[in-house]
Each structure stands twice: as C-alpha cells, then as structure tokens.
C-alpha cells in the first residue's frame, strides 16, 4: 500500500445523480485498496450551479454578490455530503469538508476569488484517522469569514491546491473525456488525446477555450509540479498526464463566434521548418481567407475570416511535424 497522498476530483457530470455517485464511491474504493490517504474533491451535480444562477437571476436582475456566492457554493455541498453518506453506507470510513472546514483561505472577492492558502490541520487530521476525505470544489472562505468561489469551473483549480497543500503524489482529475485531445472530442471527430502535454501548452490550450481544466489549476500544478492526470470516470483508458518533463508538439482549434482560430502549440515550433512549409501547404490550397497569424512564443495562431469547414479543421489536425 502506498503511504502517499492522492487527490482525485470528480466534475459534475461524473456526480450528476445516485447511480452515477455510486459509480464515483466504486473508484474511490479501488483508490483506497491502493492508497492509504485519499482526497477526494467533488464538483456540483450534473448543471446544479447554472439552475441555481438562473433561479437567482430570476429573483433580481443583478443579485447580491455575497449571497450568490453562499447560494452556488451549496451545490458542492450536496455532493460531498451524499457521497460521504454512500461511502459510509459501504463501510467505509469517510467525510465531508466545505472549503472553510478543510482550511481552504481565498481573496476577498466573492467571485473569482484566488485561493490564498490552505490551513490543512483538519485534512490531515482526518487522513490520519483513515478516513476518504471529501471535499467541496469551488468555494473557500475569506478574511470576513463570508463564503466565496473560485469561478467557473474552479474546482479543478481547489483539487491541485489541496494537492499542492498536501504534497500529493499526484492529482487525477475525472471527467466525462478520457483526456487532454489535440482538441475538443465532441466538436472535431478524428481529434488525438496525447498520452502526456507540459503544463506550459496546456495553459495556452486552456487560454484557448479548452475547458477540460481550469487554467489556474495548470499554474498551480505547474508552481508546485504537481502531475495532474486527466481521465475518464466512465471507462479505464489510460489519460494524459499533464507535468513539467516532456514538451509534445499539439494541434488544436478553437472555432469563434464568427471568425475562427487554429492554434499549433509546442515547443520550438517556430523553428519546426517542416510545420510551417506544411501549415502554407494547407492554406495555399484553401479558400478559406486568413485575417492574421499570430507568432507567440512556442505557439502559432491562424486566424480566418469566418467560421471555417470541418474538413481543413481535420487537415490541421492531421499536420506532421
Ligand atoms: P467536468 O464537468 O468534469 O469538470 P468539463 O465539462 O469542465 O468537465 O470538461 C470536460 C469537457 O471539456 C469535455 O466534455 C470536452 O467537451 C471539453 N473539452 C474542450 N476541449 C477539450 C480538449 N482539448 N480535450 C478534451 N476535452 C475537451
Ligand atoms: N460547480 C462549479 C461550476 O459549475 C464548479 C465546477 O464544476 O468546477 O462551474
Ligand atoms: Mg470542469
């Protein structure tokens, strides 16, 4: 059995009802015969928090935003106290933490707020008394002792700081995609899932609109060097490992409202002389009209004038380096 610290988030379509959770409690176990100290950070059920901001947007045009903050975050609470319910059902030794029970310390703000510090006295202690603790994603406590949360999608950003705070071995983060594709699986069929990407190209994929992780949790992971592994709760692929050692070259797009941007990123591409002769290849032979490209470092951008078709999408998929 290993002595380290795991930390596995689980999003909200992984949690969106009974039968799903006990799938979630399944994995959990297996972790647990594995491991002996495991965190686990849950995010709201299934669209929990967009009902809940649509219910208060009925109530008041722009509603408070303290009260917000405590109205949203209760969605995570749901979850963590259901699946410590389960696990206990199990015989299984768990519990569940709200962000200012686990010690979890933000800014001021009540939205978007930066997670300042973590106090993890009371994780510890319960890591100590064998017990899985659970943990609510997306919400910490700030200096006025008021609820806050960390934006949308920040509960990857609450699992790789608790990692970090705890030194974990390691942050899985479980979704409904088996890992990090050279771009959006449910948009681009023939998208390639990377066995492994740096922190670096991950940022600026996520920058990019490429939500399966919060950009705040790469920096984190990144600061830290926290690996943090993307994977499916719905089957056993392997994932991609996002860390600091390899530097893969990725493809990815990202289709706007009505212009559309392809964005090659990976190290030293600028100077990849075979990429760029390819990438003029493919736009010479398009009718699709350019507006700029953007050379950043380690990432070039193609920006076209309209929404471009699926079939040079798959030409810039299937770019060799
Ligand atoms: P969770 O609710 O578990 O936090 P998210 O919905 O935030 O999950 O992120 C997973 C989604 O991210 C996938 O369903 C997928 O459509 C989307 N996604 C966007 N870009 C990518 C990409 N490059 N690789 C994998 N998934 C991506
Ligand atoms: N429940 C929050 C959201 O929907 C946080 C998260 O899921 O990461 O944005
Ligand atoms: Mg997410």
């Known amino acids: 059995m290993e002595d380290k610290i795991v930390v596995l988030k689980f999003g909200g379509s992984s949690v969106a009802d009974n039968e799903r959770l006990k799938l979630v409690a399944d994995k959990v176990i297996e972790f647990k015969k594995k491991y002996k100290k495991i965190v686990v950070i849950l995010s709201a059920q299934g669209k929990t928090t967009d009902k809940l901001i649509h219910e208060a947007k009925e ?13 949203v975050s209760t969605g995570e609470q749901v979850s963590i106290a259901k699946l410590s319910i389960l696990l206990n059902n199990l015989g299984h030794k768990a519990i569940s933490l709200t962000g200012w029970q686990a010690g979890i310390k933000s800014s001021i703000a009540n939205k978007c707020a930066i997670i300042e510090n973590i106090n993890i006295f009371r994780i510890q202690k319960e890591l100590a008394e064998e017990k899985i603790v659970i943990v609510a994603g997306f919400q910490g406590v700030n200096s006025n002792n008021d609820i806050s949360t960390l934006g949308r999608g920040g509960s990857d950003t609450t699992a790789v700081a608790v990692a970090a705070a705890l030194e974990a071995d390691k942050c899985i983060i479980f979704s409904d995609v088996d890992g990090v594709y050279t771009a959006d699986p449910n948009k681009v069929k023939d998208a390639k899932k990377l066995k492994s990407i740096s922190y ?3 940022i600026d994929i996520s920058n990019e609109g490429a939500k399966v992780l919060h950009d705040r949790s790469i920096k984190i992971g990144e600061k830290y060097n926290i690996p943090i592994i993307t994977k499916s709760t719905f089957n056993e692929q392997e994932g991609t490992e996002v860390n600091k050692t390899i530097e893969e070259n990725t493809v990815k797009s990202v289709i706007k409202k009505d212009v559309s941007k392809i964005s090659i990123v990976g190290e030293g591409i600028i100077r990849n002389t075979k990429l760029i002769e390819n990438v003029i290849n493919i736009l010479e032979k398009s009718e699709a009209e350019v507006l700029r490209i953007e050379i950043l470092d ?8 309209e929404i471009v078709d699926d079939l040079l999408l798959q030409k810039f998929h299937n770019i060799s380096f």
């Open 200 to 202: 670096k190209e991950m």
């Open 298 to 305: 380690g990432k070039l951008s193609i920006i076209f004038k």
């Open 59 to 71: 109530l008041a045009d722009d509603p408070n935003k303290r009260e917000m903050a405590a109205l």
